[in-house]
């Protein structure tokens, strides 16, 4: 299990390392970073100092080592725009991308895997042509216009629910948190939706095909001819089988909709790391983008390894190497 | 079903069976050929900056505008009808998904399928980079690299082909693995053919039906990313919207109640990707080897 441990983490060591050279070269191509920090009336004086104060005049290896260095001092430089360390402007939007992320995967793994057990445990039935129907949709709408949908209906047409913003907050250990008033779930529910949509379909096609598989299986049918009732069998040894990939799709989907909260925020002027992005793409904030891709690496590359782990610990083949 | 029958022949018998997929693919080709033939179904030019008139702009559906036609789904922002914007969009997004899945199909195909026939360290080099960027989201390598290359057409269409072509190489990856280890690739090989030709002409075509069950998907994926990131304002310029740009513009409008300008487009959208998605559904079922009867 050590070694096991070892070469994964040399390996997503290896990776981050990779990814920080193609992010930083990558970022470095887009525009001219002087036109944002310099009035166009500069004389060319302030220009060269500036050009030479940010390190834009060595070459792009060296800017390349000075960012790493930093870097590994948990230096990720000013934001051009909001002339705030990046670090702080980061974390300081961190909460609210995370509640939303955490409520959307969560309410989509506690709603969506009941319903695709539902719909394995009976293929044929109206309700779960009706769940598998949903799913279909689910994958088919490209999330921003879910959200508009919502807003639509909910917000402008029924006036249930706000369009935008986060709402009241409660400060827990010096953070600000939506979950923690009504207010702020009733700003959460509509994003939250509209960011869960998506996974819980990948929720419920997963669950349904692993319920359909375990069912026809040997263990199944055993535990069946001993007069176990279904429940007893379903709960107590099918959920535990097909929890494995479940697991899975929990973890890389954490990260993954991390990211894809980048268009909901957007759409729900939530306002979290998505909207930071995007704002920061249009204005040219380099620093911020480029931390902002080295943090979502970092959480898939985290995510990916811990699964690894997970995976580990929860079947025996894995971690003798016998896949 | 007749024995005689071609397999193309077969394979469409089969397919219109299912009645659901066979109405979808009805849809698709109608919402194709309007597409395609925009300019005789719609009363104006929505590129024409000059004929638009702002003094026609955010009309609801049934105005009469001052070119004296009636906008049947209302107008846009600019002053565009929204109909003949909606169909011009619509060709826009078919072009630049079919343009997208067709170029990320051929280099991701022959990638993975070359990675398999080198093995090695070749294999493993491109492999391991192909699985590095499928944990990335595809949504978030297209954000940066049409923010990198700025908005247009062609801009679009590399960071679609950027953040797609890796599903195609893992997909034929797999597949020409399976072939390569089969006996006649091993009969090809000592024959004196040159190993392109091995790939190309023996394996490439074996690894056909996983790669179009790809390619419906990811054409799908594409139409839908395009329409994402020309929301986010990262796509194509307003004045030659596609789908995602006219939602975009009429999504600040929304909220006092002019709903036209974003949901048509967005029906439209929806129409053709869940289309889509019901056809390579069921061309999927039929190409995949486990559920034959």
Known sequence: MLGFLIQRLLQAVAVMV????????????????????????????????????????????????????????????????????VLQLILSRLPATLELTLVAVIGATIIGVPLGMYAGYRPNAVSSRAIMGLSVLGFSLPTFWIGILFIMGFAVELGWLPAGGRGDTVEVWGIQW???????????????????????????????????????????????????????????????????????????????????????????????????????????????????????????????????????ALDPRVRSGRT | MRRDASPFLRFWIEFAENRLALLALGVVILVVGAALMAPLFTPQDPYDIGKLVLGDARRPPGHVGSGGYVHLLGTDAQGRDLWSAILYGLRISIQIGITAGAVAFIVGGSLGAIAAFAGGRT????????????????????????????????????????????????????????????????????????????????????????????????????????????????????????????????????????YWISIYPGIALIVLILAVNLVSDQIRDQLNPRLQR
């Open chain 1, 178 to 312: 939506s979950v923690l008033t009504l207010n702020g779930w009733s700003h959460l529910v509509l994003p939250a939706l509209t960011l869960s949509l998506f996974r819980m379909a990948l929720m419920i096609r997963m669950a349904r095909a692993g319920m359909r598989e375990a069912m026809l299986s040997d263990y199944v049918r055993f535990a069946r001819a001993q007069g176990i009732s279904d429940s007893k069998v379903i709960f107590g040894h099918v959920l535990k089988n097909i929890s494995i990939p479940l697991v899975t799709v929990f973890g890389l989907e954490l990260a993954a909709t991390m990211a894809f909260a980048v268009v909901t925020e957007t759409i729900f002027s939530w306002p979290g790391l998505g909207k930071l992005i995007i704002d920061s793409i249009q204005s040219l904030d380099r620093p911020v983008m480029v931390a902002y891709l080295m943090l979502v690496a970092f959480l898939f590359i985290m995510i990916n390894f811990s699964v690894d782990i997970a995976y580990a």
């Open chain 1, 18 to 85: 990779v990814i920080s050279v193609l992010v930083f070269v990558g970022v470095f191509a887009i525009g001219n970073p002087i036109d944002v920090l310099i009035a166009p009336d500069a004389t060319q004086d302030i220009r060269l100092d500036t050009i030479r104060r940010y390190g834009f005049d060595q070459p792009l290896w060296k800017q390349y080592l000075n960012f790493a260095a930093s870097l590994v001092q948990g230096d990720f430089g000013r934001s051009f725009v909001f002339n705030m360390p």
């Open chain 2, 123 to 258: 294999e493993a080099l491109i492999m391991r980079f192909i699985d590095l960027q499928l944990s990335f989201p595809a949504i978030l390598l297209a954000l940066v690299i049409s923010a990198i290359l700025g908005q247009g057409k062609w801009q679009l269409t590399v960071a679609l082909v950027a953040s797609q072509y890796a599903y195609f190489a893992r997909t034929a990856h797999g597949a020409a693995v399976a072939e390569r280890a089969k006996e006649y690739i091993e009969a090809a090989l000592s024959t004196p053919l040159s190993s392109r030709v091995v790939v190309f002409r023996h394996i490439l075509p074996n690894c056909m039906p996983p790669l179009i069950v790809v390619a419906t998907v990811q054409i799908a994926n594409a139409i839908s990313l395009e329409a994402t990131l020309s929301f986010l304002g990262l796509g194509l310029p307003v004045t030659h919207p596609s789908l995602g740009t006219l939602i975009a513009n009429g999504f600040q409008y929304m909220m006092s109640g002019r």
